[in-house]
């Protein structure tokens, strides 16, 4: 099992253009998140799905939009990238929503400069 | 929302000492809480966690506490080793919703 696979892993970008992180899970776990990762400010929640079909805002969302394409894939856009968006992006997943709530298992993040 | 506050920032202990981070959250409904490992440019892990309906949970030389009357809950760490250090981020996990809370975490040292 790759657990969750994060792509790129790297990116720089120039202020104004879009992209699209991308996040897959192979564990059939029914929520996902992004979140992006500052020095000194913890783990912040951009968005996060808790089934297939739904999608929340979370702390931070502004600036970003994200699509739940299936089960198994969470995806995180940047329509008009600033510098303020640099950052270190994680995808993470966890186990069945409405159960016990069980722990996230994380990407190896996407570090994204934009310039 | 929930509220998790985690201290300290950075801890700094003698190889062999214990090494105890803290954490407080605010809301009530919370009960599930995780504790995270992550080591420089690497993704957090999951290193233990524990439910409310547990005082204290062990796992060889870390063990975690938890007190839901004061709302608080630590990560204790024993016999510390130079490979123990790194970031260290508590959480707090209400029981609906699958939402995570993520305190700002703390910078773990271990001198030789």
């Known amino acids: 099992n790759a657990g969750v696979t994060q792509t790129p892993k790297f990116q720089v970008l120039k202020t104004g253009q879009s992209m699209t992180l991308q996040c897959a899970q192979d564990?059939?776990?029914?929520?996902m998140y992004w979140y992006r990762q500052d020095p000194g400010m913890g783990l912040r929640l951009i968005y996060y799905s808790a089934s297939e079909g739904t999608t929340d805002k979370g702390e931070v969302p502004n600036g970003y939009n994200v699509s739940r394409l299936n089960k198994r894939e969470f995806s995180l856009r940047l329509e008009s990238a600033a510098p303020s968006q640099t950052s270190v992006y994680f995808c993470a997943s966890s186990g069945d929503y409405g159960t016990a709530n069980q722990p996230q298992h994380f990407g190896d993040g996407t570090r994204l400069s934009i310039l | 929302g929930e509220n998790v506050e985690q201290h300290p920032s950075t801890l700094s202990v003698q190889e062999g000492d214990s090494a105890v981070i803290k954490c407080t959250y605010s809301?009530?409904?919370?009960?599930?809480f995780p504790w995270y490992k992550q080591e420089l440019g690497k993704r957090p892990q999951l290193i233990i966690d524990?439910?409310?309906?547990?005082g204290e949970k062990k796992d060889q030389r870390i063990a975690v506490t938890l007190n839901k009357t004061a709302k608080h809950f630590s990560l204790h760490i024993t016999e510390t080793q130079p490979e123990d250090s790194a970031v260290y981020f508590c959480?707090?996990?209400?029981?609906?919703?699958?939402?995570?809370?993520f305190g700002t975490g703390t910078s773990l040292t271990v001198i030789p």
């Open positions: 959480a707090a996990s209400p029981n609906t919703g699958n939402q995570f809370y």
């Open positions: 564990m059939n776990h029914n929520s």
């Open positions: 524990i439910r409310s309906n547990v």
């Open positions: 809301d009530s409904a919370s009960n599930y």
